[in-house]
């Protein structure tokens, strides 16, 4: 039997329990352990046998793991961890801030590369398989527009805003696709749409005691980048239904690239994505390119990389000749 490939998770919020499952969905894989910042021994796995440790130990196991798949935030904990981690590890991250990425790749390349490591950034659903099919549409169908719509889904960015803002007790928000605008570009249309013309926003809100909802109100659909481009409803609810309707973490969405070929024919190529659980698909597209940065390490091609860089193949457990037969 081929040996399992060796994981390490390092960080164990949402996104790190996410990837513990899907890694047990995983024949080829064993978990090594998980490495944090908190007292290992507060936390609890789904599978008590797997060990925990803290992080700052984890250069200890630079020969026990293959691949280790970083799950903290994108804000604060990857811009340090991604390069120093990289310099010891091949390894996975969701990096998402999609400003930042060019000058994220180049400093995890610049400390992976010379140290002859593997380093696959950005991988999730948006950045990773909404990039990839923006990059199908916009090479097949070279004369059309893009088009990408969120939702409807619980944007965790977005409810953290409306947390802080004074007078919320607890707060989410979901932003929701207009189905207006989406209807045009099925239908081919290529219209030109606003910001405010794509998506709608609505906030489920706990308010403090005695907070005025009308200057609640006021502050969240006025907040500069995040509600003032955007029609915006509030509601108002107790903590028991908030609890009890907004507790689960679904998301997703589409990516429609329109265009024409040959005799001024409309195409139309769309890919949806309808999640119950954000960090859930998204650890699980985490431990898929986990499979190929083994790969790619084995093979000598070191560096940091993208979904745009791996080819489809190493995404799977199966042998080239079984894809052949099985899936072409």
């Known amino acids: 039997m081929t040996e399992k490939i060796q994981v390490g998770i390092a960080g164990y919020g949402n996104l790190g329990r996410g990837v513990e499952s899907a890694i047990y969905q995983n024949n080829d894989m064993e978990l090594v352990g998980v490495?944090?910042?908190r007292a290992p021994?507060?936390?609890t796995l789904l599978n008590a046998d797997i060990p925990v440790y803290s992080?700052?130990?984890i250069e200890?196991?630079?020969?026990k793991i293959d691949v280790l798949i970083l799950c903290g935030g994108s804000k604060n904990d990857l811009p340090e961890q991604g390069p120093a981690l990289a310099k010891h590890f091949t390894t996975i991250d969701s990096f998402d801030t999609h400003a930042d990425i060019p000058a994220y790749f180049?400093?995890?390349d610049a400390a992976a590369k010379p140290n002859h490591k593997t380093a696959i950034i950005s991988v999730g659903w948006d950045p990773g398989m909404f990039s990839l099919n923006r990059l199908f549409g916009e090479s097949i169908l070279p004369e059309g527009?893009?088009?990408t719509f969120y939702g409807k889904g619980l944007s965790q960015g977005h409810s953290d805003a409306v947390r802080r803002v004074p007078g919320v007790k607890n707060a989410v928000q979901y932003t929701i696709p207009n189905e207006e605008a989406v209807n045009k570009v099925r239908s081919g249309e290529l219209p030109e749409l606003t910001t405010r013309e794509e998506h709608t926003r609505e906030c489920f809100v706990v308010l403090e005691e005695g907070a005025d909802p009308k200057d609640v109100k006021e502050a969240i659909v006025t907040m500069p980048n995040y509600f003032?481009?955007?029609?915006?409803?509030?509601?108002?609810?107790?903590?028991e239904e908030l609890k009890r309707d907004h507790s689960t973490m679904p998301h997703g969405g589409f990516v429609i690239r329109s265009g024409k070929t040959g005799e001024d024919t409309n195409q139309v190529m769309e890919y949806t994505l309808k999640l119950d659980s954000n960090p859930g698909f998204t650890s699980s597209v985490l431990v898929t390119y986990a499979r190929a940065a083994y790969r790619l390490q084995q093979q000598g091609d070191y560096g940091a990389k993208t979904v745009f860089d791996i080819a489809p193949g190493l995404l799977s457990p199966k042998s080239a000749a079984t894809?052949?037969?099985e899936m072409l």
Do not use: A, C, G, M
């Open 55 to 57: 992080i700052h130990n």
């Open 145 to 147: 527009t893009t088009y």
């Open 41 to 43: 021994e507060d936390l």
């Open 228 to 239: 003032t481009n955007h029609d915006t409803t509030v509601h108002f609810i107790s903590e």
């Open 106 to 108: 180049e400093k995890v």
């Open 60 to 63: 200890d196991f630079k020969e």
């Open 35 to 37: 490495f944090t910042r």
């Open 323 to 325: 894809l052949r037969k």
